[in-house]
């Protein structure tokens, strides 16, 4: 791994990142107008530090926490819109801190962008299991995290746009209100998080039509890149919870070869 070496361009206060952290490179420039809050949770400072001084010149309001439970407090203080969490924390660890701060209250709709030095796929997929966003292994790039996080957030302001759209999505017994972001099956309300819900209201909205999980990526959560994986995860969380039975599903199918398609009768093969 090649060593990083101190950037003349690092925002004003960031010192050198250490070794395997962060990537040193040019900063960008900064921004005009706040973009969000950003609440900034890693115990190592100098990282910690770093990826406060990009976010700030691009125009974020950030907080800092080191710790788990710290993390929970200030989120519950300062209403962030987005969580940049780290993974590996003292005490309280960034899985559990973010399976409290989806079970708070509106918690299932914050943003979390899970950062961590663990590249496994298992962690990976448990991080999403649990409600992450977006996933940034270490070492990282400074921009590339804050675009990662400008993407996350366009695409939540999207979900936003999108609860004014008039008009309920039905599809046999299911029934989807846009405006007040509920779902339902045959009566019964589903505990969707933000991206399930998402992902339910554009399958629904276009029946009987085969994507490709990199079309999903773009065209329900505006990702212009990131791990495929995270469709597959969305799609079996959803299947568990509008399928009769998730291993054999019928709404939601797999097509070889190409992705997933809904199928509004309920009757498309158990692949």
Same mark, same amino acid.
């Given at each position: %791994?090649?060593?990083?070496?101190?950037?003349?361009?690092?925002?004003?206060?960031?010192?050198?990142?250490?070794?395997?952290?962060?990537?040193?490179?040019?900063?960008?420039?900064?921004?005009?107008?706040?973009?969000?809050?950003?609440?900034?949770?890693?115990?190592?400072?100098?990282?910690?530090?770093?990826?406060? $001084? *990009?976010?700030?010149?691009? +125009?974020?309001?950030?907080?800092? @926490?080191?710790d788990?439970?710290?993390?929970?407090?200030?989120?519950?203080?300062?209403?962030?819109?987005?969580?940049?969490?780290?993974? %590996?924390?003292?005490?309280?660890? $960034?899985?559990?801190?973010?399976?409290?701060?989806?079970?708070?209250? +509106? /918690?299932?709709?914050?943003?979390?962008?899970m950062? #961590?030095?663990r /590249?496994?796929?298992?962690?990976?997929?448990?991080?999403?299991?649990?409600g992450?966003?977006? *996933?940034? #292994?270490?070492?990282?790039?400074?921009r590339?995290?804050?675009?990662?996080?400008?993407s996350?957030?366009?695409?939540?302001?999207?979900?936003?746009? @999108?609860?004014?759209?008039?008009?309920?999505?039905?599809?046999?017994? !299911?029934?989807l209100?846009?405006?007040?972001?509920?779902?339902?099956?045959? +009566?019964?309300?589903?505990?969707?998080?933000?991206?399930?819900f998402? !992902?339910?209201?554009?399958?629904?909205?276009?029946p009987?039509?085969?994507?490709?999980?990199?079309?999903? %990526?773009?065209?329900?959560?505006?990702w212009?890149? +990131?791990?495929?994986? #995270?469709?597959?995860?969305?799609?079996?969380?959803?299947?568990?919870k509008?399928?009769?039975?998730?291993?054999?599903?019928?709404?939601?199918?797999?097509?070889?070869?190409? $992705? *997933?398609?809904?199928?509004p009768?309920?009757?498309?093969?158990? !692949?």
């Amino acid at each position: %791994m090649t060593t990083p070496q101190p950037s003349r361009a690092e925002p004003s206060g960031a010192e050198a990142p250490p070794p395997g952290a962060v990537r040193a490179e040019p900063s960008p420039a900064p921004s005009p107008a706040p973009a969000g809050r950003v609440l900034v949770v890693d115990d190592d400072p100098t990282v910690a530090e770093v990826v406060t $001084g *990009y976010l700030i010149r691009a +125009g974020y309001r950030v907080d800092r @926490a080191a710790d788990g439970h710290e993390a929970l407090a200030r989120a519950a203080a300062t209403r962030p819109d987005l969580v940049v969490l780290d993974l %590996m924390l003292p005490g309280l660890d $960034g899985l559990e801190v973010c399976r409290r701060l989806r079970a708070a209250e +509106g /918690g299932e709709r914050l943003p979390v962008v899970m950062l #961590t030095a663990r /590249g496994e796929e298992s962690d990976r997929i448990l991080g999403l299991e649990l409600g992450a966003d977006d *996933y940034v #292994t270490k070492p990282f790039s400074p921009r590339e995290l804050v675009l990662r996080v400008q993407s996350v957030l366009r695409r939540s302001a999207a979900a936003g746009a @999108a609860e004014a759209r008039p008009g309920r999505l039905t599809a046999g017994d !299911l029934t989807l209100d846009p405006t007040g972001r509920r779902a339902f099956r045959a +009566g019964r309300e589903l505990a969707l998080t933000l991206r399930e819900f998402d !992902l339910l209201a554009f399958l629904l909205r276009h029946p009987g039509a085969a994507f490709g999980r990199e079309e999903l %990526m773009q065209r329900v959560w505006g990702w212009e890149f +990131g791990d495929l994986s #995270t469709v597959t995860v969305h799609v079996r969380r959803l299947r568990e919870k509008v399928e009769d039975d998730p291993a054999a599903p019928a709404l939601i199918t797999t097509v070889w070869g190409v $992705g *997933y398609r809904f199928d509004p009768a309920g009757k498309g093969p158990a !692949l």
